[in-house]
């Protein structure tokens, strides 16, 4: 005899396995798509150096042996991700450094910016969300509500700019902005974390206005809860999980946010790495980290589930 | 009416983007890639909006402008329709097998964020105008073929489709002759949401350098150009991000009236 708590342990076990399983093969099938497009599209992917001058033939030819580009498309394939699973990503075309090394150094700068960003995401998201919820047919709620269709629909090369212009006007005004962190770290994150709050709430708006349906919300009201409480505490942590889901989400996508934001702020990082090894036409580099992309979206996806999982105790039940 | 004011607002700017690309060299008479004053004049009478670091006239760049950027974004946009909209008919259409690859590798896809997805494709086929085109299109296929699955399946659960399968006819009949005609209107507000993200993506790539020729009349090429010059010239960063940033929110609202219009059927 299975106790309904083992039973539901158990249930919980194979839903996580199974999920892991599904987010390998979903980023094993990702990073085969792109290699496969890569050298499909580009042909020969060393020809550029050629064209450009910066390689005389027999150099080209010594280097596509070196980086074993002679082997057939399938062998290359399959020392692809042999290297992938040891770490090796290849190297530069440029510097002959390994792209795991250059990845790696500038990973730090990408991932201050993008927490950064992501907190400033959340802190607006919530808030808008919770205000447009809670004032919705007042003109405060209907500024919020469209504050988040703007905050998604602006693109962040713009809004970056439009930032920078105002800091650089307002350091006239007050000389004590000049902060080296205000102007690398503070402005940055706040303008990527308001280009991802939108999405956010938007989903904590819809999530709020489902669950205040909710039969516990009017057992809340009958004991004489007020509606803020009601709001904040009753009906805010139902409406959490999809909320988490997205963040995750929205977490993978910061890194594209980031190639804009590094480049109108002049930052070093991934984002700046990728847009000028495409300019190179240095191709490892910029398959490292789309394959990073991937790999980091498919991880964050999978603990968005197994989060959502542990939040709300009504999931468990329906696996 | 007054509920009504945002839409007639963004219709109208579309239509004025539209008749300003059309009549281009009839309103500036200039070259837009050649100096006609000195560098960095700020706005004024004459050049009214400017000019650029190179002495090129900045209205003249705007309206040749207006030509480029939506009309390589409705390009992308075109590409990603076609290319998704057929994918998500065949997987509804031929179910089984088809449907589960079509899903699966687009899925997998989908795990990329599509402006990445995009970037990889230019870092293939090299920094040009055209392959940012079709790297935004192909970019957002993977979206769209979801989309598109998801509203064909809706149409074939309808009960004149079951009678149809019941008379007797094939898939492919019932694909050409039920599901693409009912689709039309779906089709169209899914494509205009589409075009924002289009218009979004290519400005976006083009700021980043990724169309190559720095010289081109395009707003993400020019508001790129214009960061170089954000304390004595800010004009030429704001009038290209204007430009971007009004059309994106007028698809935006337009593809959101087209929906609402859906679902009120």
Known sequence: MVSHSDRSSIGALTTVGRRFIEGVLTAWTAVSLTFFALRLIAGDPIASLLS??????????????????????????????????????????????????????????????????????????????????????TPLGQFAASLAGLATALPVAFTGILGLIL??????????????????????????????????????????????????????????????????????????????????LE???????????????????????????????????????????????TISHMLADILAFTIDPRLRRVT | MRHHLPLLLSVGWLLIVLGVSIAAPMISQVNPLHPVAEPLLSPSQHPPLGTDALGRDVWTRIVYGGRLSPGSSFAAMAITVVVGGIAGLIASSLGGWFDRVIVWLSNSLLAIPGLLLAMLLVAAMGPRLLTV?????????PGFVRLSRTMFHQIREQNYVTASVALGANRTWIAIHHLLPNAKNQLLSLATTHYAWAFMGTTTLTFLGLAGDPSIPEWGVMLNAGRAHLIDAPWLALWPGCAISLTILAIHRLGAWLSQREEGY
């Open chain 2, 133 to 141: 085109i079709l790297a935004v299109g192909f970019g957002g296929a």
């Open chain 1, 167 to 248: 800091y650089r006007q307002l350091l006239v005004v007050i000389p004590l902005l000049s902060v080296v962190k205000i102007r690398r770290l503070f402005l940055p994150a706040l303008l990527l974390g308001f280009a991802s709050a939108g999405a956010i709430a938007r989903v904590v708006q819809a999530g709020l206005k489902e669950t205040m349906k909710g039969p516990y919300i009017l057992a809340a009201r009958a004991r004489g809860i007020e509606h803020g409480f009601r709001l904040l505490w009753h009906a805010l942590r139902p409406a959490l999980p999809p909320v988490v889901s997205l963040t995750a």
């Open chain 1, 251 to 297: 977490a993978a996508f910061l890194f594209a946010g980031t190639v804009v934001t590094e480049t109108v702020f002049s930052r070093p990082g991934l984002g700046r790495l990728l847009v000028t090894s495409i300019l190179q036409g240095d191709y490892p580099i910029a398959q490292g980290l789309v394959v990073l992309a991937a790999v980091f979206y």
């Open chain 1, 52 to 137: 450009q001058g910066l390689a005389s033939p027999d150099q080209v030819e010594n280097l596509r042996r070196s980086l074993g580009l002679d082997a057939p498309l399938f062998v290359q394939y399959l020392n692809f991700l042999a290297g992938f699973f040891r770490g090796d990503l290849g190297t530069s075309l440029f510097t002959g450094r390994p792209v795991s090394t250059v990845i790696v150094e500038q990973l730090p700068a990408t991932a201050q910016l993008a927490f950064a960003g992501l907190g400033f995401a959340l802190l607006f998201g919530l808030t808008l969300g919770v205000i447009s919820a809670w004032k919705e047919e």
